[in-house]
């Protein structure tokens, strides 16, 4: 199944793309995606533990299953927040 | 970028109107408003800031700023509030972000609107870009 990825600041500007299309197995899920998208960009390997993830515009674990169609937002931290503050920030995800 | 069809937007690439969220938060019953206006300074972190350029995601931004709203609501019921944020390139002394907050009594209107500004630059998704002499960069760390 096919995920559309956004991509937004200064994690935008390192790729080089505002979307990504992804096509992950059927059972993937959130952890499985963004594993996915670190191999294949090493700009999102190396914002790792720094971003949250929104699924269809919410914040989601990243035990979440993934769904056709669904889009996923990798969003870098904003200037006025914590890391605290982003609720669900993957920060010692396991990658497999 | 403007969502929302009347009324003040709650992102909006155009500058923002202090007027239009006033007039949201307007009401017989109000004895106090406050209001927030975040403004793009010249300086930061010991640099001369040329200008700004904020960024956001837009649909999420505008859920977000609507839970603020909800949580405004749940912690002061008389409240009302409402808030605005301009994205794209912002020259110096430009409004960023503006916010009302309105109550029957002044304490509550800027216990809110304090409380609005600090959720908001903390969870909605917008990000600023500070242009230097020196270059440009996104900020990610609160200063």
New interface residues.
């Given amino acids: 199944m096919r995920v559309r990825v956004?991509l937004?600041?200064?994690l935008?500007?390192a790729v080089g793309e505002k979307t990504l299309e992804l096509e992950v197995r059927g059972s993937a899920t959130l952890a499985d995606a963004l594993a996915q998208l670190e191999r294949q960009h090493p700009a999102i390997a190396s914002h790792r533990g720094?971003l949250l993830i929104?699924l269809n515009?919410?914040r989601a674990p990243l035990s979440t299953a993934l769904h056709d169609g669904d889009e996923l937002?990798l969003?870098?931290?904003?200037?006025?927040?914590?890391h605290g503050?982003w609720v669900g920030c993957p920060r010692d995800h396991k990658v497999g | 970028v403007t969502i929302r069809s009347q009324g003040a937007p709650w992102v909006d690439s155009a500058p923002l109107s202090l007027d239009a969220l006033l007039r949201e938060v307007a009401g017989p019953e109000m004895g106090g408003v406050v209001t927030f206006t975040g403004v793009v300074r010249n300086h930061a972190r010991g640099e001369a800031i040329d200008h700004l350029e904020y960024e956001a995601f837009a649909p999420m931004a505008e859920k977000e700023m609507r839970k603020i709203v909800d949580g405004v609501h749940e912690r002061w019921p008389h409240v009302r509030i409402a808030m605005s944020h301009r994205v794209g390139r912002l020259a110096i002394g430009e409004a960023a972000v503006m916010i009302a907050a309105a109550a029957p009594h002044r304490a509550e209107a800027f216990e809110a609107c304090r409380f609005a500004i600090d959720r908001l630059k903390a969870t909605v998704p917008i990000w600023k870009k500070e242009f230097a002499k020196s270059g440009s960069y996104w900020v990610e760390e609160n200063p």
Wanted: aromatic fraction near 4%; charge should be negative; hydrophobic fraction near 45%.
């Fill in positions: 956004l937004f600041a200064a935008r500007e720094k929104a515009e919410e937002a969003l870098p931290p904003v200037s006025g927040g914590s503050a």
